[in-house]
């Protein structure tokens, strides 16, 4: 009896971690974009490559975690859906609607993402540079 109990605990707990993984494109664009609309540059790094890593860095550096709070203070809390990805081997793309409590507007965002590792990380060259795609939009 303890060993049926232990295999459906060990079961239960293995779908549990390859639930909560979420080794995609589409999670790993919605929660880079949950850790951007918090200000946590630390936190949308996990979800980041090294050049996207190195931008958020330089917005730190700027003091735009202030301006970003009060926007998204403003704008409410967030709800985004994953409308599209394109997949291209180690390259994705995903489209994604950002809806904000405080108001009717919806946005739509491209993310650019890479494999690497067999992690999805969120890719900004520097022709993604502008503030406006570093974040989500109002």
């Known amino acids: 009896m303890k060993k049926i109990f232990f295999n459906l605990f060990l ?43 190195s931008m958020l860095s330089m917005l730190e550096s700027f003091g735009a975690r202030d301006r970003i709070l009060d926007e998204s203070k403003e704008q ?10 394109q997949i291209d081997g180690d390259k994705a793309v995903c489209k994604v609607e950002l809806k904000y409590s405080d108001t009717d507007k919806v946005d739509t965002q491209t993310i650019k993402l ?3 590792d067999d992690k999805w990380l969120v890719n900004m060259g520097k022709e993604d540079s502008k503030k406006e795609d570093l974040k989500p939009k109002n």
Request: a positive charge; hydrophobic letters at 35%; charged letters at 25%.
């Open 114 to 116: 890479i494999k690497k």
């Open 76 to 85: 409410g809390s967030l709800n985004i859906t994953v409308v599209d990805t």
């Open 11 to 53: 079961l239960a707990s293995l779908g549990t971690l390859v639930a909560c993984s979420g080794n995609s494109p589409e999670s790993a664009a919605k929660n880079f974009l949950k850790k951007m609309h918090k200000a946590d540059f630390e936190g949308a790094k996990e979800y980041a490559t090294t050049d996207t890593k």
